[in-house]
């Protein structure tokens, strides 16, 4: 375990510097490119939260936070909106927020961290900040500010801790994640350093998730439960509760029993310095599964659209990649729509047969269908060692298609469309939040929603945008 940084002893100060960072941090020291890409974060985190409604997994959760009482503090999102302690209504949302596995990824720095070791960094650190948030009636400066905040500390954190953490098999964007939330509430509820610290040391005892569990509805529940822990760690620091404060420090810290240790020099010095949101970045999704096979699905789009192969004329498909892609995207034929989010085969089935891989698309209906299942038959996957070699900083693969008349054609996939080579313009994340937003809210409530996180700085009350996005009748009061 590493405790150095350029030559100075910082052993049990990685706790100290995010503490000093959440208390320390405020709306007007972001520089501006922060906060432009804070927004942007923002229209795509409530895009996906509001399109992730609809999924089973929110359904029963729903279903599940209605049988049982609580105070009337915060809403639930979507077209069906309730209200419900602050904690569970951000559980509600984060789930739904990564139900479709179509919300953003942090990026890596350096080839050494593993691509997945990294998280989906807005939906925590949102839900947590909108539902305490819409519990005191913040502003929506004071959101932002919260939600910058514990993006910042959730990416640190991510970027620090040993890779072993996630070959290991843990999902972070669940362990990681309640720390971002945390800190998103502690800055919410004004905690001062001990209390901040104290909510550290409660999430740290919160923080889990585990990758067997990918392909199934408690994916989703891990952002979810990220969420709601760091409230409640938030809550409960600020009600008194005690906890260590060097939390992700020493033998017994959550850096070491989590993943064998940390890169002190990640960390310690380098909250803000720079933000992880600008430098290196965050990607939006294309499609709503695993970005582990984004550029393989770009790859495989250019491949029939540009040689016109309709998907009888397709006799192999293969993939070569590494084993960062081949073994997260674990399903090698998928039966339903949430197995298909990890499956390489039906990712590159769906767009041979349909040139795109939507919504609609990541369907159960449309996975188990006769065409998807043969075509799914047709895809080899090969571990490539050469790619393998590279590194794990970019998720690097390469599409062969071979077809009935003889010809070979191959793409390389290391860019896709989202990410730091080939960001979202504004206007395609406007389309995005459109298409997520459509069937949930009435086509005024998305403008003005839309309108209403594009200018949230100038909102006066949080509690106006999660009306604008829970409501179908926006001039309507809530219920509290």
Request: net charge neutral; with cysteine.
């Amino acid at each position: 375990m590493e405790f150095q940084a350029d030559g100075v002893n910082n052993v049990n100060k990685a706790t100290e510097a995010t503490v000093d960072f959440i208390v320390g941090a405020k709306l007007g020291s972001f520089p501006a490119a922060v906060i432009r890409e804070g927004r942007r974060c923002l229209i795509d985190g409530c895009a996906v939260i509001l399109a992730g409604c609809a999924a089973e997994s929110s359904r029963i959760i729903r279903r599940e936070l209605r049988q049982g009482a609580g105070r009337p503090e915060a809403t639930v999102l979507g077209s069906d909106p309730m209200q419900a302690p602050a904690r569970l209504a951000a559980l509600a949302n984060a789930t739904a927020g990564h139900a479709l596995d179509y919300d953003d990824t942090q990026l890596s720095s350096s080839p050494d961290r593993v691509f997945g070791l990294l998280t989906h960094p807005t939906v925590p650190a949102l839900s947590a900040s909108l539902a305490a948030g819409e519990k005191l009636g913040v502003s929506g400066a004071k959101f932002l500010e919260a939600f910058l905040t514990g993006f910042e500390v959730e990416c640190k954190i991510a970027e620090a801790i040993k890779p072993d953490h996630y070959k290991r098999g843990f999902h972070s964007s669940g362990t990681i994640g309640t720390f971002g939330a945390a800190a998103s509430a502690a800055k919410v509820l004004g905690l001062d350093w001990e209390h901040a610290a104290r909510a550290v040391g409660i999430a740290a005892s919160m923080a889990s998730g585990i990758r067997v569990n990918f392909g199934t509805m408690t994916k989703p529940l891990h952002m979810g439960r990220a969420a709601e822990n760091g409230v409640f760690a938030a809550e409960l620091a600020a009600d008194g509760f005690t906890a260590d404060a060097r939390a992700l420090d020493g033998p017994w810290g959550f850096f070491q029993v989590f993943g064998g240790g940390y890169d002190a020099d990640r960390i310690i010095g380098k909250l803000g310095n720079p933000y992880n949101i600008v430098d290196p970045g965050v990607s939006v999704k294309p499609y709503p599964c695993g970005s582990l096979g984004h550029p393989t699905m770009d790859a495989m789009l250019r491949i029939v659209t540009a040689n016109d192969i309709q998907p009888d004329r397709i006799r192999t498909v293969r993939i070569r990649a590494g084993s960062n892609i081949l073994e997260p995207l674990r399903y090698r034929k998928a039966q339903n729509e949430l197995e298909a989010k990890f499956c390489l085969p039906f990712m590159v089935s769906a767009i041979a047969l349909r040139r795109r891989a939507g919504v609609r698309e990541f369907t159960d209906a449309f996975v188990r269908s006769e065409p998807v299942q043969k075509m799914m038959e047709r895809v080899e996957l090969v571990t490539d060692r050469e790619i393998e070699a590279l590194g794990f900083e970019k998720m690097r693969s390469r599409v062969e298609v071979e077809l009935t008349d003889g010809r070979r054609i191959v793409e390389r996939a290391e860019t896709y469309r989202g990410g730091p080579d080939r960001p979202f313009t504004l206007e395609e994340l406007r389309g995005k939040f459109a298409e997520c937003a459509e069937g949930v809210l009435p086509s005024p409530a998305v403008a003005q929603a839309l309108a209403a996180i594009e200018s949230i700085e100038n909102v006066r009350s949080i509690r106006d945008l999660a009306r604008l996005l829970s409501n179908p009748n926006p001039a309507a009061e809530p219920a509290r």
